[in-house]
């Protein structure tokens, strides 16, 4: 099968969607099909074709990193066509993505759309505050535009996102649950004990303590602060505990204050974005992942970490409901006390806390890039079976008008 990914973003940019298209591709061609890729030269305004990936110029749109293409960019067009793609594939609502409808509706070719973003949490940098309720709802109506009414087929990364559209949303089509898969390999892989100290050294961290880790972008929906507030209750009691934060973004200046207010300098510690080749060396810093974050569509974050065996302490949101098991691989927990109450109860007992360690690392194979892969896959199928049986549905109607139409002629 000749596939067509089409995205806003992709590596080197570091995040969880330039995350997935990666995995999805290595997964792919492992089965033995061809993937191309179509995304913005998030660098400068150069058209780059590079093996099998097209980046089309962008411009910054001041939101994150991310930058926004022309709707129709023709020079790709030549480009694209020689492909002969049999499935396009968008991860992205605007800018890429509408050219992926347009590439769609021209060559006729199926189009499957995998919904990312709960956009509706992150309506606040761009209103600042104003009109959240016009907002929203301008949401909801550009989200079923592009995922509803011109996608052949949809895919979500988990049940959460399903609730959205079948229970918010009153979608009526097929909504597929695919969650993202992971590169297994790359989060397990072991570090020697000296190649870790100089990591730790380089940081500030001292050889033997307990880390708390968090990894992501530092925005205010990530809920970082409240990890942070609660370090100082865990501290009182093991002096001993640090709290690593792993990633950069607009809220890190006041992430720093915070810990400076808490008087935390010596048990928080900041390393800003890191090399996405180097991020499975940095999981390998910590003993447990933590995060408050209500915002994700699955959390790729959480899945990573049990592939580096650690158990993980999440927020109890459905992003985490499936990955993550109370008592064995982790837990879900529903306010401060709760967080630092399982906190304690591992770092207080090292046997449940090596049990819950084994039992995250084989936990994280059921989000393989592979399976990921074999579940896309199928989805394709449905929408060039379902593409066809349309196709040939106006076919016939339109054969039937043409006959009613001699025999009123007649």
Not at 16 to 31: A, C, P, Q, W
Not at 163 to 168: A, C, H, S, V, Y
């Amino acid at each position: 099968m000749r596939i067509g990914i089409f995205s806003d973003t992709y590596i080197p940019q570091i995040n969880g969607v330039s995350t997935s298209i990666e995995m999805l591709r290595k997964g792919l061609e492992k089965k033995g099909h061809k993937v191309y890729i179509v995304t913005v030269n998030p660098n400068n305004l150069k058209y780059i074709k590079e093996d099998n990936v097209l980046r089309i110029p962008g411009i910054p749109i001041g939101i994150f990193d991310y930058r926004l293409t022309s709707i129709y960019p023709a020079r790709a067009i030549k480009t694209i066509k020689s492909w002969n793609l049999d499935i396009i594939h968008s991860q992205t609502e605007f800018g890429i993505g509408t050219f992926a409808r347009i590439i769609a509706k021209q060559y006729n070719i199926p189009l499957v759309h995998t919904y990312h973003t709960m956009y509706e949490d992150y309506i606040h940098y761009i209103t600042k505050g104003y009109f959240k309720r016009t907002g929203k709802k301008i949401v909801e109506h550009l989200t079923l535009f592009y995922c509803d009414t011109t996608a052949t087929e949809l895919i979500v990364p988990t049940k959460k996102t399903y609730d959205l559209f079948k229970e918010k949303y009153k979608v009526k089509r097929n909504v597929y649950i695919v969650p993202t898969g992971i590169e297994v390999e790359k989060y397990s892989k072991k570090y020697d004990d000296e190649t870790m100290d100089k990591l730790k050294e380089s940081i500030g961290i001292k050889k033997d303590v307990i880390n708390l880790l968090f990894v992501g972008r530092l925005g205010l929906e990530k809920s970082v602060d409240f990890l942070i507030n609660n370090q100082k209750q865990i501290v009182k009691k093991h002096p001993n505990c640090n709290l690593i934060i792993i990633g950069d973004g607009p809220e890190r200046e006041n992430l720093e204050k915070l810990v400076k207010k808490n008087d935390l300098e010596k048990n928080i510690f900041f390393t800003g974005k890191v090399p996405l080749c180097d991020i499975g060396m940095y999981y390998h810093l910590g003993n447990i992942f933590v995060t408050a974050s209500k915002t994700e569509t699955q959390g790729l974050t959480v899945l990573e970490a049990l592939a580096a065996s650690l158990p993980v302490v999440a927020i109890k949101d459905e992003s985490f409901i499936d990955p993550i098991k109370n008592d064995y691989n982790g837990y879900l927990f529903e306010d401060d006390e709760d967080y630092v109450n399982y906190i304690d109860s591992l770092l207080s007992n090292k046997e449940k806390l090596d049990k819950l360690s084994t039992n995250a690392y084989e936990s994280s194979h059921n989000y393989s890039s592979t399976t990921f892969a074999s579940n896309a896959l199928s989805v394709y199928k449905m929408a060039i079976k379902n593409k066809k049986n349309k196709i040939n549905f106006l076919k016939k109607l339109i054969l039937k008008i043409r006959r009613k139409d001699n025999v009123n002629n007649r």
